[in-house]
T-cell receptor, first 113, second 113 residues
Framework: QQQVKQSPQSLIVQKGGIPIINCAYE??????FPWYQQFPGKGPALLIA?????SEKKEGRFTISFNKSAKQFSLHIMDSQPGDSATYFCAARSSSNTGKLIFGQGTTLQVKP | NAGVTQTPKFRILKIGQSMTLQCAQDMNHNYMYWYRQDPGMGLKLIYY???????DKGEVPNGYNVSRSTTEDFPLRLELAAPSQTSVYFC????????????FGDGTRLSIL
């Protein structure tokens, strides 16, 4: 129940394409769903986040779609660029008192020029 | 602001040796976390702390210990290194409360041979 399942494991798209990364969870007590972006040799950095009472959030070219009834959420990257090539992690917060996050397995995205 | 600083960046240990991974943050964050990252596995929480003098176990605490004597520092101790502890270790911090993001260091790459 504490798992977050992420797919696909890897993704290759052409520049300008719209990669979509999906995550699913079981625990309905999760209350905050961030996405992190990680470049090689660096730590993850927050990209965008959503609360479960919102169905969509957009920041620049990045959009989270959230389906509370299906317990699924996804990241869409519009007009993807080679600079977006990175590993992406979805996460879910299990407790606001501790800030603990449960991370998905990660998706390695390659955007070809 | 340096953010979250981890030292060392790389280390090779022999089986049975001990070492301490250092983590320091200068953002006056209350909450701090240690994760390990293994290929295809995402980030797994080892230990966390919600303030000086308070620590608790995460998902994968076996073989590790932590202490939190100051707000700034959160060292991770490996007492008897085992090959299964070969990983990339990340420290993170957050202010706590609300939807504050976790800020990550750039990691320590540890190999145990």
């Amino acid at each position: 129940q504490q798992q977050v399942k992420q797919s696909p494991q890897s993704l290759i798209v052409q520049k300008g394409g719209i990669p979509i990364i999906n995550c699913a969870y079981e625990n309905t007590a999760f209350d905050y769903f961030p996405w992190y972006q990680q470049f090689p040799g660096k730590g993850p950095a927050l990209l965008i986040a959503i609360r479960p009472d919102v169905s969509e959030k957009k920041e620049g070219r990045f959009t989270i779609s959230f389906n509370k009834s299906a317990k699924q959420f996804s990241l869409h990257i519009m007009d993807s660029q080679p600079g977006d090539s990175a590993t992406y992690f979805c996460a879910a917060r299990s407790s606001s008192n501790t800030g603990k996050l449960i991370f998905g397995q990660g998706t390695t995205l390659q955007v070809k020029p | 602001n340096a953010g979250v600083t981890q030292t060392p960046k790389f280390r090779i240990l022999k089986i049975g040796q001990s070492m301490t991974l250092q983590c320091a943050q200068d953002m006056n964050h209350n909450y701090m976390y240690w994760y390990r990252q293994d290929p295809g596995m995402g980030l797994k929480l080892i230990y966390y702390s919600v303030g000086a003098g308070i620590t608790d176990k995460g998902e994968v605490p076996n073989g590790y210990n932590v202490s939190r004597s100051t707000t700034e520092d959160f060292p991770l101790r490996l007492e008897l290194a085992a090959p299964s502890q070969t990983s990339v270790y990340f420290c993170a911090s957050t202010r706590g409360g609300g939807n504050q993001p976790q800020h990550f260091g750039d990691g320590t790459r540890l190999s145990i041979l």
